[in-house]
């Protein structure tokens, strides 16, 4: 569901960078914007598109974590963690395991 929303989201900018180029090329054909004024706008809604994508990234990841936190699940970033200090463990143990071998 959440990538469907991400994807969802980058759709939306697809079409609205495409439909704004569109707006902004008939203002220039009409000579109510010239061709840099054109570019500086495209620019600047580009750059605003970007900051308001990150911000709603930020959004889904914060509203995850919540979720996450709220139904007691582990994150995968813990889980490796675990698992990194089990192999230390378990190479620990084979350490001394075989010192008293010897």
Not at 40 to 46: I, S
Not at 81 to 95: F, G, P, Y
Request: hydrophobic share 35%.
């Amino acid at each position: 569901m959440l990538k469907q929303i991400l994807y969802a989201g980058i759709g939306l900018a697809t079409v609205t960078k495409e439909k704004a180029e569109e707006v902004i090329s008939e203002l220039v054909k009409k000579g109510e914007m010239s061709q840099e004024e054109g570019k500086d706008a495209l620019n600047t809604l580009m750059c605003r598109m970007q900051e308001e994508s990150e911000k709603l990234k930020q959004k889904i990841n914060e509203q995850v974590d919540n979720a996450i936190t709220s139904m007691n699940l582990v994150k995968k970033t813990e889980l490796d963690e675990i698992l990194q200090r089990i192999a230390e463990l378990e190479k620990q143990l084979d350490e001394i395991q075989s010192q008293k071998e010897v």
